[in-house]
């Protein structure tokens, strides 16, 4: 217990000095966490040699962001705004591909690695974007909700992809898996389109709960973690379960204190989350090969930022408006580090493939805020001439 207390105790602290230091600099929360992990990892302190506990941890924190998102999320009325995340996330889908088999084709890449970097392409981080875009309280634009709802199609997009590295990796492909996943986002749809449509069926028993704050939480727990674990079993992804329970409890009156009691947690699971990503960073390889990841880093966020940007202009925005959905939908997601590892189990790509992903995947995550903050300015300043 004292060891437990104590390495929570230091991360505390140094998360701490490190928010303090990057206030000044204009930096978000979300650095500091990833630099306390890179601190306090196996190549530097050695306060946290085995990062499982802490990731496992982290991932509630995802659950309760997505949770919290759902909450506030408002769904579109109009059927043209709710058609436009899935024609832009294919049309996404089928210039990341084009791209990667080039590119893969040019440098001799292996099957496993074209698909690797196609996925880390197509999947975008919706815990950074959302939380720059409530810092710059852009959530409910036009650009916020479309970004957000493109971010929610990938999502539930995971489940498939997950199978096709298990097909590629020579696993069993279950055919119930498949099934199970088709029938949840039926029933997801459904529910956005209850809640669209204001038919949502509001049960007598939440009068009772409305009344009572313990089992507001207990209740609001059950029902987002069995969301997302149902969701899991069922072939897709946690963070879509969560995503659906806080949709629906968003739109019952008994559950309005529940995110306040709630938001404390969420913002503590979410830092180790991102504390894990640091952990995963192997200094050593990332010295020795400092160039090669920061320019795979900086050509990955160009590559996917112009492409995205070319996405939405394809849908008639406007150039300002394009350029800046694209650079949200630049930054490789938390699951570039899922499908990492996976892949690198899987034996779809080799040691050294895999600690590369990790390192620009992490990097990019580390700049985000940077990068995203550089390319509003310079697009909204007037310094890109597009109107």
């Known amino acids: 217990m004292y060891d437990v207390l104590f390495s929570v105790c230091l991360m505390s602290l140094l998360i701490l000095l490190l928010i303090f230091l990057l206030k000044r600099l204009n930096q978000p929360y979300l650095v500091a966490y990833i630099l306390a992990g890179v601190l306090l990892g196996p190549h530097m302190a050695g306060v946290f040699t085995d990062n499982s506990t802490i990731s496992s941890l982290g991932e509630i924190g995802i659950l309760l962001l997505m949770f919290f998102l759902g909450m506030e999320m408002e769904l579109a009325d109009q059927k043209s705004l709710l058609l436009q995340p899935l024609i832009a996330q294919g049309m996404k889908i089928i210039f990341s591909l084009l791209m990667v088999f080039a590119l893969g084709g040019w440098l001799h890449w292996s099957q496993g690695q074209v698909i690797l970097l196609a996925a880390v392409l197509i999947f975008n981080s919706t815990a950074v974007v959302s939380t720059f875009l409530k810092k710059n309280r852009e959530l409910h634009t036009d650009a916020g909700q479309l970004t957000l709802n493109i971010l929610l199609l990938q999502d539930v997009l995971l489940a498939p992809v ?102 404390p947690f969420q913002v503590f699971f979410t830092a180790l989350f991102f504390v894990s990503i640091g952990l995963t960073l192997d200094l050593p390889y990332l010295k020795a090969n400092c160039w090669l990841i920061g320019s795979a880093t900086l050509l990955l966020l160009l590559s996917n930022s112009l492409l995205s940007s070319l996405v939405f202009r394809l849908l008639k925005l406007p150039w300002k408006s394009s350029l800046y959905a694209g650079a949200l939908l630049s930054l490789p997601g938390e699951f570039g580090i899922l499908a990492c ?32 903050t550089l390319l509003r300015r310079l697009i909204y300043a007037g310094k890109l001439m597009f109107s």
């Open 162 to 263: 997950l199978t096709l590295f298990q097909f590629l990796g020579n696993r069993h492909v279950s055919v119930i898996r498949l099934v199970s996943s088709a029938v949840c986002c039926v029933l997801l749809f459904l529910l956005l389109r209850a809640i669209r449509n204001r038919n949502l069926y509001q049960w007598p028993l939440w009068r009772d709960i409305g009344r009572d704050h313990e089992l507001q939480v207990f209740t609001g727990a059950l029902i987002c973690f069995g969301f997302a674990l149902l969701a899991d079993k069922a072939g897709l992804s946690g963070p879509v379960g969560s995503f659906a329970a806080g949709i629906y409890i968003g739109r019952t009156h008994a559950f309005r204190w529940l995110e306040k009691a709630l938001r």
């Open 341 to 372: 590892s996976l892949a690198y189990r899987l034996g779809m790509i080799d040691a050294g493939f895999f600690k590369a992903g990790i390192a620009v995947t992490a990097l990019s995550l580390l700049c985000a805020t940077l990068w995203l």
